[in-house]
């Protein structure tokens, strides 16, 4: 199954993340099938998304990890996802 997860980057104590799709198996930086994004958590929650590429991922069953929902969900990503489902 696939998921939707961060991997860390940065150095220490300023870490970065990459939206990434994965494996649920794999490790958390292990390789991953599609780079979708980045999270810097430390510049005011600054977010950068492939938002086509996204929706086709969740529209073919990747699950995203809890964390990852949420920030589809300010970025208004979960809401164009859940409309799409309806059609």
């Given at each position: 199954m696939l998921k939707l997860r961060l991997t860390r980057l940065g150095d220490k104590k300023r870490p970065s993340y990459r939206l990434v799709v994965m494996e649920d198996l794999s490790k958390r930086d292990g390789k991953a099938v599609a780079?979708?994004?980045?999270?810097?958590p430390l510049e005011d929650s600054k977010v950068v998304l492939k938002e086509e590429e996204i929706l086709k991922f969740l529209s073919n069953g990747a699950q995203p990890t809890r964390t990852v929902k949420s920030i589809l969900v300010k970025a208004g990503i979960w809401a164009k996802f859940e409309e799409s489902k309806k059609k």
């Open positions: 780079y979708l994004g980045n999270y810097f």
